[in-house]
């Protein structure tokens, strides 16, 4: 078997997605997503000009190697663009060997380790009383775990709010939007929403909680010692990690579980924080870190330190990366969660797929490979549409981080 193209479709239903489709002699082929939210046409560019025209006359069964040949030839490594660009030649690769076995892709990694992968949602409000009805929604839906954010007191926006509580897209304008913050406002309120929450719901349900990297080390160990009450299933992205050593602080003063990574694109990105077990779940994503290939190797380190999977899955991961990060969930060892933002139905089009939801639960489906697919024609209705994530400042102007 030969790869014969390598084709990069974008399209918009509602967000921007960039989508990688191999072609190979027999018929056969496999997408993966390469979207890197608010720098698509980077990839685009990447996988265009410089990655495409080296995968012909390549063997798609080589998966290793050619992910080898992609990483260690580029001299180049690592960073955003180039692990997307691999991870969508490895994710549509995997596709293609999964359909050629005739099996779902979960088969070919080793086969379930589960019945199902237990997701989250997104619960929010403009205050703490409409989050607690958007807790309920999400409870009478069956999830069992949930994420919950607030507007808070004195600021305009707050991250995680929104007007779409299903379909949160914060690419929300053509250049970028600016948000306003406070983290003395932040760190007095959001202790009031889980309170609030487990004194009308219980402690039935798993809760969570994105920090969004806003806080110093001493900060987000004050914001975990006040949620340790409440029994967090998770405090994330509590600090920007640039600065591993960040999070020995945090862990002096809260035991509230710690979950960072989304942002991460390669095993040596979370070396340290694992094997120094800094925090408690890994949040790397199949699109952002290499594929499943790379994915594995991260996972397969965070097990000898009692650290679970927690992957990314917000709406600017396609249904393509949902769907290979259900088959690696459904037979990773070591999985924690997966976090599930809905797509809109416009999206649900371009993309059909096999996974579906149960009782909080997703399960990818039987169909071989990973079981998404691209309905070119309807995609091609929807051009791409330039979209910034936002900035955020602190009260006085200075910058902050988003």
Known sequence: MKITKAQVIVTCPGRNFV??????NEGLYGIGDATLNGREKAVVSYLEDYVAPCLIGKDPERIEDIWQYLY???????????MSAIAA????????KAKAADMPLYQLLGGASRDSVMVYGHANGTNIEETIEEVGKYTDLGYKAIRAQTGIPGIPSTYGVSKDKM????????????????TEKYL????KLFEKIRGTYGFDHHLLHDVHHRLTPIEAGRLGKSLEPYRLFWMED????????SLKLVRQHTVTPLAIGEIFNSVWDCKDMITNQLIDYIRTTVVHAGGITHLKQIASLASLYHVRTGCHGATDLSPVCMGASLNFNLWVPNFGIQEYMRHTPETDEV??????FNKGALHPGNTPGHGVDIDEKLAAKYPYKRAY?????????TMCNW
Do not use: M, Q
């Open 351 to 356: 993309f059909p797929h096999a996974y579906s």
């Open 19 to 24: 989508t990688l489709k191999i072609h190979t």
């Open 167 to 182: 379909f949160y897209e914060p690419a929300d304008a053509e250049f970028p939007s600016e948000n306003v913050w406070s």
């Open 89 to 96: 030649v490895d994710t549509a690769l995997w596709d293609i």
């Open 389 to 397: 994530l936002p900035v955020n400042r602190l009260e006085d102007g």
């Open 188 to 191: 007095d309120h959001t202790p």
């Open 72 to 82: 260690r030839g580029c001299y180049w490594r690592r960073g955003p663009v180039t």
């Open 238 to 245: 509590c600090v920007a990690a640039d600065n591993v050593e």
